[in-house]
């Protein structure tokens, strides 16, 4: 099974509203990443949690805030948006570097913010 | 510079035909690893193939084999027998150290498949 679920699928929200988006996988994955895609554009990597732990932060601002409860899930929790942020998130998990390669990704939530 | 250059933004192709993606990479490191993934206007970025650098053969996964040339730096994707299904962005991505987690991809191409 190499299946990523994300919630919700869609999302729309002002920009003074607090919402989190969720991602859950079951493979056993211990790294998880979170993205941001523009359209026609590849993804952009955001955040990077290792053994639950944040490994990497692309210079993301502030108002996105990512957390790892446990090992099978990642929450990225949005506050003070603009609307220049509207765009997929998605996410991903693989196991560790030096224990496996590939990245699976979720289906995506699709962010629109007014 | 750019580490993974696709140069076809958009290309059509016949139902039943095969098709061709070009991609080139820029690295100094011996280990490295290609990927390919597909992604339909759904959203979801689906994994089709991985060659490593150190893999002697050409990877393959049902109608989808990575033409890799070392030397040239080149990991084209062949897609055999094209169906409707196929039309997708497609992204070429590398990982340059097994240890990195960072994925660098390239700019995508754009196919659609005609009955």
């Known amino acids: 099974d190499t299946e990523v679920t994300q919630t919700p699928k869609h999302l729309v929200m002002g920009m003074t509203n607090k919402k989190s988006l969720k991602c859950e996988q079951h493979m056993g994955h211990r790294a998880m990443y979170w993205y941001k895609q523009k359209a026609k554009k590849p993804p952009e990597l955001m955040f990077v949690?290792?053994?639950?732990?944040?490994?990497i932060n692309e210079s993301v601002p502030s108002r996105f805030s990512p957390e790892c409860p446990n090992s099978s899930l990642l929450n990225l929790h949005l506050h003070a948006l603009q609307p220049e942020d509207s765009a997929l998130y998605l996410c991903?998990?693989?196991?560790?570097?030096?224990?496996?390669?590939?990245?699976?990704f979720g289906p995506g939530t699709r962010l629109t913010v007014l | 510079a750019q580490k993974i250059t696709q140069t076809q933004p958009g290309m059509f192709v016949q139902e039943k035909e095969a098709v061709t993606l070009d991609c080139t990479y820029d690295t100094s490191d011996p280990s490295y690893g290609l990927f390919w993934y597909k992604q339909p206007s759904s959203g979801e970025m689906i994994f089709l193939i991985y060659q490593g650098s150190y893999d002697q053969q050409n990877a393959t996964e049902g109608r989808y084999s990575l033409n890799f040339q070392k030397a040239r730096k080149s990991a084209n994707l062949v897609i055999s027998a094209s169906q409707l299904g196929d039309s997708a962005m497609y992204f070429c991505a590398m990982r340059e150290d097994v240890r990195d987690y960072k994925l660098s991809f390239g700019a995508g191409t754009t196919v659609t498949v005609r009955a």
């Open positions: 991903a998990s693989s196991q560790a570097p030096d224990r496996g390669l590939v990245q699976y």
């Open positions: 949690y290792s053994y639950e732990k944040l490994s």
